[in-house]
């Protein structure tokens, strides 16, 4: 099978998770060679541009990329977002008003930066919001809040663990924002095939991720759960799994 377009999650699959960390030596290669051969390689991942940045330029990439959990699609050649999805305004409201019930933190995402909602906004409707997230929120309680916030209408939740795994995080977005939406878009426009797609991720928030390539890729570090759908179970991303999975399946 050839396959013309690579989509990879950066955090605990493209990199070892935290921002000072760029891609392997391996990787990268892997990556270079990857692209040579004229397979689009572009990110699919819930980092904003101004946390992929670093890892776009040291990569050279040149496919679009999916950011922020969907909301976006980055396009590095250009330099410029070639779509942007709003969270609805009926459901801003309603966002607002759970987390304050509930005393739970919340923030936003504007287009470009993060910003921790204080207290004395929490009860007011801001204007176009890409994005809300919920951080530190304990694991005990973070599958019911997954649960109640899907019942509000047009949106999107994904659930993932804080980079120390002791937290659960929430982020919501508007409901045709996922990785898969995103995926989609970018296939779309690169005028490929679901089937000549492979998606590489390792966490909770990446089943839209598979779910949208012909070839599902979970890391050696992935959740179980995505694991289970998973069509090649590829090394963990100390052990260069992203690379392992280029050489296999792309430039052999």
């Known amino acids: 099978m050839k396959y013309k377009a690579l989509f990879i999650d950066v955090d605990d699959t493209l990199v070892i998770h935290g921002l000072e960390y760029l891609p392997s030596k391996r990787v990268s290669q892997a990556v270079a060679q990857c692209t040579k051969k004229g397979v689009a390689v572009c990110l699919a991942t819930s980092r904003p541009l101004y946390a992929a940045i670093n890892i776009i330029a040291h990569l050279n990439m040149k ?3 999916i950011l922020n959990g969907g909301t976006q699609i980055y396009d590095p050649i250009n330099k410029r977002m070639v779509r942007e999805l709003y969270i609805p305004k009926g459901a801003i409201s309603k966002l607002l008003a759970y987390a304050r019930k509930h005393h739970l933190k919340i923030g936003i995402f504007d287009g470009e930066n993060n ?3 204080p207290k004395h906004l929490i009860s007011k409707e801001t204007g176009r919001i890409i994005g ?3 951080p530190e ?5 973070v599958d019911k809040v997954e649960k109640d916030l899907e019942d509000i209408m047009d949106v999107a939740i994904h659930k993932m663990l804080s980079w120390d795994k002791k937290y659960g995080w929430i982020d919501v977005t508007n409901g045709k924002a996922t990785k898969l939406h995103g995926i989609l878009e970018v296939a779309k426009r690169l005028s ?3 089937h000549e797609m492979i998606g590489i991720g390792d966490g909770y928030n990446d089943f839209p991720l598979l779910m949208a390539c ?9 959740v179980p759960e995505l694991k289970a759908i998973a069509d090649f179970i590829a090394p963990s991303v100390e052990e260069d799994g992203v690379a392992t999975v280029i050489e296999k399946f792309i430039l052999s």
């Open 63 to 65: 496919g679009l990329c």
């Open 115 to 117: 910003i921790d909602l």
């Open 132 to 134: 809300f997230y919920l």
């Open 137 to 141: 929120i304990a694991l005990s309680r």
């Open 192 to 194: 490929i095939e679901p």
């Open 214 to 222: 012909g070839l599902k890729i979970a890391m050696g570090n992935a």
